[in-house]
């Protein structure tokens, strides 16, 4: 266990990468050069060479204590459960080391920041996997993957549920218990935007997509432990293929040409 290594190094230990991926490779990336590996001294492991703290053990399957509860990113205390058991046999350290850690908690807090930026590292390969998609928002009060915001360029039928079916077989975005879909002009970093796109554009008779599949081990309203059920809401706008057969309304927008000329004619306002 490496503790104070790079900021890299701690952001892709904790990422949702491919599986078989080295995180050490992610880290390399990001800081534009390797990463430096130092041998442990009592096991057949390298870690960071720039850490400051490292504990080396063994952890025997089989072995399992109550541990907890434990605050956590989702602002509630875990329950008390059986998890396996670090045997720690050598620690080194830096001279005068800095224990490295993070307070945990309802977000915002620090776990956050280091989620949000996770997102956007790990944008660029969704959108290779999903083209249509041009943004994505996990908002605080969604603690990660509780509630996920992804705008798209829609182009047929449908479209938004193949999304949420691609996102919910995806690394952890599998965990997202609500997947929002709107269309490419909505902010989703703006929550009152989407709020209100949301209530205008569905009707849940129709534009709700229920399933189920892994939830967080923490998610604590699971009838059933690590399995759950998600919602997607598609609140794009309906094409007549999808069974709206109305006429879509358009936005109440101002002009381009009126925002420049009250722009122009602040001082005359008195302002």
């Keep these: 266990m490496a503790i104070g290594a790079e900021p890299a190094v701690t952001i892709a230990a904790?990422?949702?990468?491919?599986?078989?991926?080295?995180?050490?490779?992610?880290?390399?990336?990001?800081m534009r050069k390797p990463v430096p590996l130092v041998k442990c001294q009592t096991v057949d492991l390298e870690v960071p060479a720039s850490s400051e703290i490292v504990l080396e053990?063994?952890?025997?399957?089989?072995?399992?204590?109550?541990?907890?509860?434990?605050?956590?990113?989702?602002?509630?205390y875990s329950l008390a459960e059986p998890f396996p058991v670090?045997?720690?046999?050598?620690?080194?350290?830096?001279?005068?080391?800095?224990?490295?850690?993070?307070?945990?908690?309802?977000?915002?807090?620090?776990?956050?920041?280091?989620?949000?930026?996770?997102?956007?590292?790990?944008?660029?390969?969704?959108?290779?996997?999903?083209?249509?998609l041009i943004d994505m928002s996990f908002p605080p009060e969604g603690v990660f993957h509780n509630l996920v915001i992804v705008s798209i360029r829609k182009q047929y039928p449908w479209q938004a549920r193949k999304v949420m079916h691609t996102l919910w077989g995806f690394g952890q975005l599998i965990f997202s218990k609500i997947i929002v879909v709107v269309d490419e002009n909505v902010d989703v970093h703006n929550l009152s935007d989407v709020l209100w796109t949301v209530g205008n554009n569905i009707d849940p008779k129709w534009d709700l997509v229920i399933s189920e599949g892994p939830v967080d081990m923490l998610d604590h309203s699971a009838r059933r432990k690590h399995l759950g059920t998600k919602v997607g809401i598609d609140a794009t706008v309906k094409l007549p293929e999808e069974g709206f057969h109305g006429k879509w309304p358009a936005e109440i927008v101002m002009s381009q040409e009126i925002k420049e000329l009250v722009d122009r004619k602040w001082k005359e306002y008195g302002f």
């Design 86 to 132: 670090f045997h720690i046999n050598c620690i080194t350290h830096r001279r005068n080391p800095i224990y490295q850690t993070t307070v945990t908690g309802r977000p915002p807090t620090e776990d956050y920041c280091i989620g949000q930026a996770a997102a956007r590292i790990f944008l660029p390969l969704l959108k290779a996997l999903i083209p249509e």
């Design 57 to 76: 053990g063994v952890v025997y399957p089989e072995e399992q204590r109550s541990e907890g509860p434990f605050g956590d990113h989702r602002g509630y």
């Design 14 to 30: 904790c990422a949702p990468l491919p599986e078989g991926m080295d995180e050490l490779l992610l880290a390399g990336f990001l």
